[in-house]
């Protein structure tokens, strides 16, 4: 996903395949108002404050944060993967 600027604030963006998950991560952290939160049923833009965040359990791709303090977890998957990011938060 290739993201711009558009004229008067509005932002531009084009379908394309993404070269890995940290370019997914950098286009969501710089535009946090492309997460689906209303889909999440979350009112209002999510305010990203970890990304690689350390756990445990190892890394979580994206840690944000709603207006109403609720914590909600972004994890992206380019492809097959032997675990799946439920069962490595639940270790």
Avoid: H, W, Y
């Amino acid at each position: 996903m290739l993201v711009t600027g558009g004229a008067g604030g509005s932002i531009d963006f084009l379908e394309v395949p993404a070269k890995d998950e940290l370019e997914l991560q950098e286009v969501l952290r710089a535009n946090p108002q492309l997460i689906p939160a209303t889909d999440l049923d979350i009112d209002g833009d999510l305010l990203v404050v970890g990304r690689e965040t350390r756990l445990a359990s190892g890394s979580i791709d994206l840690l944000c944060l709603s207006k109403s303090g609720e914590l909600v977890i972004i994890e992206f998957k380019t492809g097959p993967r032997i675990q799946t990011s439920g069962t490595r938060l639940l270790r």
